[in-house]
């Protein structure tokens, strides 16, 4: 029941695109809890975009300080958090995520993801490659691990709302 949600963090999973944040923060309003986006928090806290982080830093460094962030708010009261898609793959944090959170697999078709995220290229593993082999390649690794969520809810290519229903329902 959405009752027993309430109190706990909620933790959005899944690849890239899949609308983690845009679902989270609509799902936040509806369950009154703040809202907080991973990635988000990171750049605010870098003062650079992930992209930046990425070629100023490398990945081993945005990772590490993907772990930070992901602890401080994980260890917090409770939210909506969308996290970004490589985090559930450190295994501190994946630790976190499901000790300390209800933690919910958005699923969605890989062509469906493909064709939302080549209007962006905003994700540097993307790297001008070709977006339906890089997520095949994610899936293949990732998949295994997302599928460890307490909660798996296949959502459409259609409207955010209907997977802000979808979350909903299975809380
Ligand atoms: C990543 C996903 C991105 C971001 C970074 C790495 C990944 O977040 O954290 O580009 O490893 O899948 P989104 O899932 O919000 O795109």
Redesign the pocket.
Known sequence: SPLTALDRTITLVG???VG??TVGRRLAQRLGLPFADG?HVIEEAAGMT?SEI?ASRGEAE?RAG?ARVMRRLLEGPPIVL?T????MMNPETRGLIKTRSISVWMKADLKVIADRVQRRDT???LRGRDPLTVLRE?AETRYPIYGEADLTVEVGGGAHGQAVDAIHREL
């Not at 970004?84 to 985090?87: E, I, K, P, R, V």
Request: aromatic share 10%; no cysteine.
């Open positions: 690849l890239m695109g983690k944040s990635d992930i990425f945005f993907e969308a970004g898609g490589g985090a994700r540097p593993l994610l």
